[in-house]
């Protein structure tokens, strides 16, 4: 079991950085402060959980949560085999975090990701733009206050009209 | 020449139907396939629904060489900027199809990242719906835009410059 030996560094190193410990289906979830996540990812790392499986946001608006944001990192011991999954809770005012791509590379798609569809940024990443959609895009589309058919971002399109346009032609 | 054979060899018509006959009879199909009815259009150009008999079976992946754009699938926030470069690029005359529900309205895709329809921005012909539409459908729609293509004039395509 790595997690108590972890657990307990964190503790005596950021006190009071661990805002709680959960288990779901049989998987251990930490939830911490955002402020040290990482130096916190990287006692992970160094612990044996040196593989990030996933990384992902959630927009906890209506589930509510310690902040309104949490970036939650799947990371997994190939030695042990050990799961767990680490929450750092983001609050909404200054959706900023560090980035995790200086540890893991496969982090630099994901929080590519993350900031295209919930406008978290992240501090020291290489390359931060938006992944998915166009550039110019307006708004971040899994935050649960954007509008489930967008804020009219389809209008800007020009409009193609049939044949050949008459009014060029008589100006 | 005998009279009769004259008779029986000439036929008298109009220039412009002459032409939309040309035309209706060699349609030549530029595919956007984005979805599944992309893969559906591959069962329409197969042999057993066969367009080739409806002089439809040349499939140009150029749009300067088509004259039929068959948008087969759902067209998104990003793609649709492309689709309309694409059909700029077609040469007049030229005619669209949207095939099945999503090019035609979105379909159950009804969020912020999808088309809700692509002649909100391109002028469309003919609408198959399904999901995806069988191949007898876009037979039929086929059919349905040769008699469209039968029946225009000229003067539709036709400027006075004025100057």
């Not at chain 1, 609050?91 to 630099?108: G, I, M, V």
């Not at chain 1, 994901?110 to 959609?133: K, V």
């Not at chain 2, 036929?11 to 984005?34: C, D, I, Q, Y």
Request: net charge negative.
């Amino acid at each position: 079991m790595l997690l108590p030996k972890i657990i307990a560094k964190i503790e005596n190193k950021f006190s009071n950085s661990i805002l709680d410990t959960t288990k779901f289906a049989g998987e251990d979830i930490i939830h911490i402060k955002s402020s040290s996540i990482l130096e916190i990812l990287k006692l992970f790392k160094n612990n044996g959980f040196n593989f990030l499986a996933d990384m992902t946001a959630i927009d906890n608006l209506t589930l509510g949560g310690f902040e309104r944001f949490s970036v939650v990192y799947h990371l997994l011991s190939h030695e042990t085999a050990e799961r767990v999954t680490v929450k750092a809770y983001v609050p909404e005012d200054e959706p900023e975090l560090p980035s995790a791509e200086s540890l893991w590379k496969t982090a630099d798609w994901q929080e590519r990701e993350i900031y295209d569809l919930f406008g978290i940024s992240f501090t020291g990443h290489p390359n931060l733009i938006r992944i998915m959609n166009p550039d110019d895009y307006n708004g971040h589309p899994l935050r649960k206050d954007y509008p489930r058919l967008g804020n009219r971002e389809r209008d800007n399109f020009p409009k193609v009209t049939r044949g050949i346009n008459k009014d060029y032609f008589n100006e | 020449m005998k009279q009769d054979d004259i008779k029986s060899n000439i036929l008298t018509t109009t220039l412009e139907s002459a032409v939309n006959w040309g035309r209706k009879h060699s349609l030549w199909p530029m595919p956007f396939g984005t979805a599944c009815c992309g893969i559906e259009f591959m069962g329409v150009m197969a042999a057993r629904t066969d367009i080739a008999r409806f002089g439809a079976e040349a499939v140009r992946f150029s749009p300067r060489q088509s004259d039929l754009l068959i948008v087969a699938g759902r067209i998104s926030l990003k793609m649709m900027p492309v689709l309309i470069r694409i059909y700029e690029q077609m040469p007049e005359p030229k005619w669209v199809i949207s095939m099945g529900a999503c090019a035609s309205t979105g379909g159950v895709f009804d969020t912020y990242s999808v088309i809700q329809g692509v002649d909100k921005f391109i002028p469309v012909d003919v609408y198959v719906p399904g999901c995806p539409p069988r191949p007898e459908g876009v037979v039929e729609g086929l059919i349905l835009l040769q008699e469209l293509v039968d029946k225009e004039k000229f003067s539709d395509y036709s400027t006075t410059l004025k100057k």
